[in-house]
């Protein structure tokens, strides 16, 4: 049965190195019969959490700004793909905002399959540690959240240099392995 997979962009760069593997992803995942939708974040109007807590009564952000429409897509989808640049050994700023964003219904995002895609300019042992952890730690809090994958290039550095990279075939695969 066809899948209902949404792919989230955080790389600030548009057409770089993570976001062509997501591009892959898609084409596999869509030859595959499934229905995908790409957000990029950068284009998304999303506020810093303020910890306010008032979402912890009320399910709902103070917040009136794109979060609310994407938590709706994160709540209704079957596979969720995230994307995003190693920065600092760390996930993009844009990811991290939007991860702190869940709060109001993360306990709705459940049972969900994942994918990490991650491209770094390094490739040393290690390079994606922090980056692997911040997304295991995202998926610990949501109720049966399941890793189905981890896309990682190392040694990519400006855009385009993913396209000779074997993450580009192992992303298409793992985008059409879904059924
Ligand atoms: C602010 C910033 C921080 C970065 N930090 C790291 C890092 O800690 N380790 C690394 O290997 N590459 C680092 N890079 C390089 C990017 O991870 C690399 O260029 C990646 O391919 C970018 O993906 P994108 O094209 O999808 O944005 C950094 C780049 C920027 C702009």
Known sequence: MSKNILVISSSPRVGGNSETLCDQFIRGAEMAGNRVEKIRLKDQKIGFCTGCGVCNDTHKCVQNDDMAQLLEKLVSA??????????????????????????????????????????????????????????????????????????????????????????????????????
């Open 78 to 179: 079957d596979v969720i793909v995230i994307a995003t640049p190693v920065y600092f050994y760390c996930v993009s700023a844009q990811l991290k905002v939007m991860i702190d964003r869940l709060c109001p219904r993360y306990t709705e995002i459940a049972d969900k399959r994942f994918y990490l895609i991650a491209t770094a300019a390094e490739d040393a042992a290690g390079t994606f540690d922090g980056t692997v952890a911040g997304f295991r730690g995202m998926l610990d809090c949501l109720p049966g959240a399941v890793e189905a994958g981890l896309i990682l290039c190392g040694g990519v550095w400006k855009t385009g240099e993913v396209q000779s990279h074997s993450g580009m075939s192992e992303a298409f695969e793992a985008g059409y392995s879904i059924q």
